[in-house]
Nanobody
Framework: VQLVESGGGLVQAGGSLTLSCIAS????????VGWFRQAPGKEREFVVA???????TYANSVKGRFTISRDNAKNTVHLRMNSLKPEDTAVYYC???????????????????WGQGTLVTVSS
């Protein structure tokens, strides 16, 4: 599976962005897809994920502000980010795996495929 993210950019605090992750290769619908982010000097952290059946898991820090959705027919996952804060500034990565269950979906080491990342910068 190859993953390509797009949609990052510079936005003011309180603004919105939508990131997209397009997959090619194997049957996309069989994969759980997660978004992770990494800010300068910090470890990569879980943001949100959607399983093959559509169930979602959000990090507490983004709950109520971010929404993940998937379109298996188009091999695409979108991340709508509202009410952005400066602390949301990071490189956002899309990742895919078949190896997770709900309790492990936040673990980046269980994701087998990663995109190159897209930078989101939120100015105050």
């Amino acid at each position: 599976v190859q993953l390509v993210e797009s949609g990052g950019g510079l936005v003011q605090a309180g603004g919105s962005l939508t990131l997209s992750c397009i997959a090619s290769g194997r049957t996309f619908s069989r994969y759980a897809v997660g978004w992770f982010r990494q800010a300068p000097g910090k470890e990569r952290e879980f943001v949100v994920a959607v399983k093959w059946g559509g169930s979602t898991t959000y990090a507490n820090s983004v709950k109520g502000r971010f929404t993940i959705s998937r379109d298996n027919a188009k091999n695409t996952v979108h991340l709508r980010m509202n009410s952005l804060k400066p602390e949301d500034t990071a490189v956002y990565y899309c990742a895919a795996t078949t190896r997770v269950i709900t309790s492990t979906i936040t673990i980046p080491g269980l994701y087998d495929y990663w995109g190159q990342g897209t930078l989101v910068t939120v100015s105050s």
